[in-house]
């Protein structure tokens, strides 16, 4: 079988696989978390109630500032931002380093959310906001599995970081937003 044979194949597998991925750690997430037994006094770094919330809610909109941030330097790596030259060397670096700590950052708060909360269906705002802390980690780990390969065609990876992006900014919209509007459990 010949190169131009194989590659279309391979390229199809790593996006099935990605999506796979994608697919399981969400299901999987949302499945736990609908069969948590909430727990309303876990606490996020000792605080709990309205005041773990409130930290949520700055820690979500760190999380959504970081991925802006992400995104430049996503379009400056791959030469999309008009005006600017190619990215210097240390760019690429500190996309890799700001992912790492926008997932870090997200980790206690969704162990918290799982604790407290569990995946609520409610409300709309509340089974968005449950659905898409799941489908983050999902996409977050289907991103990292895509930005491996160096044979996928251009669109993939843009696709994948901004739905990673999109993901952060519905959740912080459902979440974040709403506790800055004056909206108390």
Known sequence: ???A????????????????LAAAVTVALFVTG???TPD???QLFGQSGVSAIRLKSWMATGVLGLAVVQLGLALWMYGRLPGLRQAPRGVPRAHRIGGVILFAVTVPVAVQC??????QTASTRVMVHSIAGCFFYGAFAAKVLLVRS????GWVLPLAGGTVITVIAVF??????????????
């Open 1 to 3: 079988m010949s190169y």
């Open 5 to 20: 044979v194989r590659r279309p194949l391979a390229v199809a597998v790593r996006l099935a696989l990605s999506a796979a």
């Open 34 to 36: 609908r069969h948590q």
């Open 40 to 42: 309303y006094t876990a």
């Open 114 to 119: 799982m604790r407290a909360y569990g995946v």
């Open 150 to 153: 160096r044979r996928l065609p």
């Open 172 to 185: 912080w919209y459902v979440s974040a937003l709403w506790y800055f509007n004056g909206n108390l459990p």
